[in-house]
């Protein structure tokens, strides 16, 4: 189940470090449906996981992953890209169903 680079770990540790005391670890959310049935994600700094929430243990860093997406991150990574873009999220699965219809990108 999903995969987090080193730098990517590195900068969460990071992160937490610097805000509330009170946050433990991240947690990964469904935001929205978005585009070809691939949900759209948020990432955020938490105290603790949500009922049902998924508990990823990565080098010491608490991820906890909505338990609505956990499948659909079994293949995923997240990679920290730099200051100006932040975090990424791929190897999601797209729908073929929809994609490929122009209507994503």
Do not use: H, W
């Not at 990517?8 to 469904?30: E, H, M, P, W, Y």
């Amino acid at each position: 189940m999903l995969d987090v680079t080193k730098i990517a770990v590195d900068q969460f540790k990071k992160i937490l470090t610097n805000v509330d005391s009170g946050q433990r670890g991240i947690r990964i959310f469904r935001v929205d449906d978005g585009c070809c049935g691939t949900p759209s994600l948020g990432i955020d700094a938490v105290e603790r996981p949500e009922v049902g929430d998924a508990i990823v243990d990565k080098d010491g860093l608490s991820i906890y992953v909505d338990g609505s997406v956990a499948d659909l991150l079994s293949t995923a990574v997240i990679d920290y890209t730099g200051e100006a873009k932040g975090f990424a999220i791929t190897g999601l699965p797209r729908s073929s169903s929809q994609c490929g219809t122009g209507a994503c990108g």
